[in-house]
C-alpha cells in the first residue's frame, strides 16, 4: 500500500507503547497552538502528503518506517506518498516550498510533511499548511533511528493538532421548533424573560407652609395678609409635582384716623410646577390657580359699623426651590406674582373716600417643608 502516487488509508489504531523523542518545536511562521484536534473521520479534506526525500537507503528505510507509523497515529486521515527526487533533502528551504506548494494545491492536501537529514546525525521534521496567500512551516527537531518513528509520527501528530487543519467541523444550526414542538411536553423549564424596568412609583406627601401676600400695583389700603397653608403634594416622578391646598389668612388690617380696618379669608388652591436638580437643591417653575373668600368689617366713630363678604379667583406663578433634608423632606421657598380678575372697593359712607380696594396685581410667598410618605423628595 506505500508507493509513490498512490494513496495509504489509514489502518485501525493500536496503542503505542514506545519511547517518546525529545523534540523542540521551532516555529518559522507562528499559527495558534493549544486546540485540541480531533483526528476521527469527518467532512471536508482529510488528505496529508508526505514526501520522500530520502538522502541515502538507510533514510529510505527509516522513512518507510515512519509512514506506517504515521497511518497508524492519524487515524482517519488519507497519507499520500510523493517522490520528488533525493536531491530535495539538500534544497534550501525556500526552495522545498516552492516545489511543495503547488502539488499539494494541485491535489487539495490539507498538510504536507517531510524529513530533512543533515550531516551532523540531525533530523527535522517539516510540516507545512498552505494558505491563501502565505505556507505556516512549523520545524520539530526528531530522533533519525528507525526504532524512533513511532516517536516521531507522534510528534507528526502534535504539529497537526497545533495547526487544526483536520477540526471536525461546527455542527449544524438546530432546527426551528415547530407548532408540535411547542405543544409537546418539555421536561426542562422555560427560562424566566428578563424582569422588566420597574416603572417610577407616584409618591405622596404632606405640605406646611407659612404664607404671606400684597398688593403690587392698582389697590388702596391695606392689602397684605399672613397665615399659613396645609396641602397634599403629589409627585408621579422626579421632579414633577401637584399639590391641593388650603390656606387660613389675617388681614388685611389698618389702623385709620377715626376706626380700624380687620379682615380675614380662606383660599383653596391647586398648583403644579416642576424642579431640575442643581447639585443637592432642586429649582423650577410652578403654576397656581386658587378660589378664595375674604371677610371685611370696618369700624369707624360715632358707631359706623359694616361688615363685607365675598369670593373671587386668583392666577399666580413664580418660582419653587426646595433643599433636601434627609430622604423624605425638604424645606421649600415659594415666590410668585398673582392676580385676580375683580376688585372690590370699600367707601366711606358719609363722603364716599376710599377705605380699601383689592389689588389687581399682588405677590405672594411662602416657607415651609414638604415630607414625603415614602421616597424621596
Same mark, same amino acid.
Given at each position: 500500500?506505500?508507493?509513490?502516487?498512490?494513496?495509504?488509508?489509514?489502518?485501525?489504531?493500536?496503542?503505542?507503547?514506545?519511547?517518546?523523542?525529545?523534540?523542540?518545536? $521551532?516555529?518559522?511562521?507562528?499559527?495558534?497552538?493549544?486546540?485540541?484536534?480531533?483526528? *476521527?473521520?469527518?467532512?471536508?479534506?482529510?488528505?496529508?502528503?508526505?514526501?520522500?526525500?530520502?538522502?541515502?537507503?538507510?533514510?529510505?528505510?527509516?522513512? *518507510?518506517?515512519?509512514?506506517?507509523?504515521?497511518?497508524?497515529?492519524?487515524?482517519?486521515? +488519507?497519507?499520500?506518498?510523493?517522490?520528488?527526487? =533525493?536531491?530535495?533533502?539538500?534544497?534550501?528551504?525556500?526552495? #522545498?516550498?516552492?516545489?511543495?506548494?503547488?502539488?499539494?494545491?494541485?491535489?487539495?492536501?490539507?498538510?504536507?510533511?517531510?524529513?530533512?537529514? +543533515?550531516?551532523?546525525?540531525?533530523?527535522?521534521?517539516?510540516?507545512?499548511?498552505?494558505?491563501?496567500?502565505?505556507?505556516?512551516?512549523? /520545524?520539530?527537531?526528531?530522533? &533519525?533511528?528507525?526504532?524512533? #518513528?513511532?516517536?516521531?509520527?507522534?510528534?507528526?501528530?502534535?504539529?497537526?493538532?497545533?495547526?487544526?487543519?483536520?477540526?471536525?467541523?461546527?455542527?449544524?444550526?438546530?432546527?426551528? &421548533?415547530?407548532?408540535?414542538?411547542?405543544?409537546?411536553?418539555?421536561?426542562?423549564?422555560?427560562?424566566?424573560?428578563?424582569?422588566?424596568?420597574?416603572?417610577?412609583?407616584?409618591?405622596?406627601?404632606?405640605?406646611?407652609?407659612?404664607?404671606?401676600?400684597?398688593?403690587?400695583?392698582?389697590?388702596?389700603?391695606?392689602?397684605? #395678609?399672613?397665615?399659613? $397653608?396645609?396641602?397634599?403634594?403629589?409627585?408621579?416622578?422626579?421632579?414633577?409635582?401637584?399639590?391641593?391646598?388650603?390656606?387660613?389668612?389675617?388681614?388685611?388690617?389698618?389702623?385709620?384716623?377715626?376706626?380700624?380696618?380687620?379682615?380675614? =379669608?380662606?383660599?383653596?388652591?391647586? +398648583?403644579?410646577?416642576? =424642579?431640575?436638580?442643581?447639585?443637592?437643591?432642586?429649582?423650577?417653575?410652578?403654576?397656581?390657580?386658587?378660589?378664595?373668600?375674604?371677610?371685611?368689617?370696618?369700624?369707624?366713630?360715632?358707631?359706623?359699623?359694616? *361688615?363685607?363678604?365675598?369670593?373671587?379667583?386668583?392666577?399666580?406663578?413664580?418660582?419653587?426651590?426646595?433643599?433636601?433634608?434627609?430622604?423624605?423632606?425638604?424645606?421649600? $421657598?415659594?415666590?410668585?406674582?398673582?392676580?385676580?380678575?375683580?376688585?372690590? /372697593?370699600?367707601?366711606?359712607?358719609?363722603?364716599?373716600?376710599?377705605?380699601?380696594?383689592? &389689588?389687581?396685581?399682588?405677590?405672594?410667598?411662602?416657607?415651609?417643608?414638604?415630607?414625603?410618605?415614602?421616597?424621596?423628595?
Amino acid at each position: 500500500m506505500i508507493a509513490s502516487g498512490t494513496t495509504i488509508r489509514s489502518r485501525t489504531k493500536r496503542v503505542l507503547h514506545r519511547a517518546a523523542c525529545i523534540a523542540a518545536i $521551532l516555529a518559522l511562521v507562528p499559527l495558534a497552538a493549544g486546540a485540541q484536534a480531533s483526528f *476521527a473521520p469527518a467532512s471536508g479534506n482529510r488528505l496529508l502528503l508526505l514526501v520522500a526525500a530520502p538522502a541515502n537507503p538507510a533514510a529510505a528505510a527509516r522513512e *518507510a518506517r515512519f509512514v506506517e507509523e504515521l497511518v497508524l497515529a492519524l487515524d482517519g486521515v +488519507s497519507v499520500e506518498r510523493i517522490d520528488l527526487g =533525493g536531491g530535495f533533502a539538500f534544497l534550501p528551504l525556500a526552495d #522545498q516550498l516552492d516545489r511543495v506548494v503547488p502539488i499539494a494545491g494541485e491535489r487539495r492536501a490539507a498538510a504536507t510533511v517531510w524529513i530533512r537529514e +543533515s550531516g551532523t546525525g540531525r533530523a527535522l521534521l517539516h510540516l507545512v499548511v498552505p494558505g491563501a496567500g502565505r505556507a505556516p512551516v512549523r /520545524v520539530a527537531e526528531i530522533d &533519525p533511528g528507525i526504532d524512533a #518513528q513511532a516517536a516521531n509520527a507522534l510528534v507528526a501528530r502534535q504539529l497537526l493538532r497545533e495547526t487544526r487543519v483536520f477540526e471536525p467541523p461546527e455542527p449544524p444550526p438546530s432546527p426551528a &421548533p415547530t407548532e408540535a414542538d411547542a405543544e409537546a411536553p418539555w421536561d426542562a423549564p422555560a427560562p424566566r424573560p428578563a424582569p422588566a424596568p420597574e416603572p417610577p412609583r407616584p409618591e405622596w406627601g404632606l405640605a406646611a407652609l407659612a404664607v404671606a401676600g400684597g398688593g403690587v400695583a392698582v389697590y388702596d389700603g391695606p392689602s397684605v #395678609q399672613l397665615g399659613a $397653608l396645609l396641602g397634599v403634594e403629589w409627585q408621579p416622578v422626579e421632579g414633577l409635582f401637584s399639590r391641593l391646598s388650603v390656606a387660613g389668612k389675617a388681614g388685611p388690617r389698618n389702623e385709620l384716623e377715626d376706626g380700624v380696618v380687620t379682615g380675614w =379669608g380662606m383660599e383653596l388652591a391647586l +398648583s403644579a410646577g416642576y =424642579g431640575w436638580r442643581l447639585g443637592p437643591i432642586a429649582l423650577g417653575p410652578f403654576a397656581a390657580v386658587s378660589a378664595y373668600r375674604t371677610a371685611l368689617d370696618v369700624s369707624l366713630g360715632g358707631g359706623d359699623h359694616k *361688615a363685607f363678604l365675598w369670593w373671587g379667583f386668583r392666577g399666580a406663578a413664580g418660582l419653587d426651590l426646595r433643599i433636601p433634608i434627609g430622604r423624605h423632606a425638604a424645606i421649600v $421657598l415659594e415666590g410668585g406674582i398673582g392676580g385676580s380678575p375683580s376688585r372690590r /372697593v370699600i367707601e366711606r359712607r358719609s363722603d364716599g373716600s376710599r377705605i380699601l380696594a383689592t &389689588p389687581y396685581v399682588d405677590w405672594s410667598a411662602a416657607l415651609g417643608f414638604v415630607a414625603l410618605l415614602d421616597g424621596k423628595p
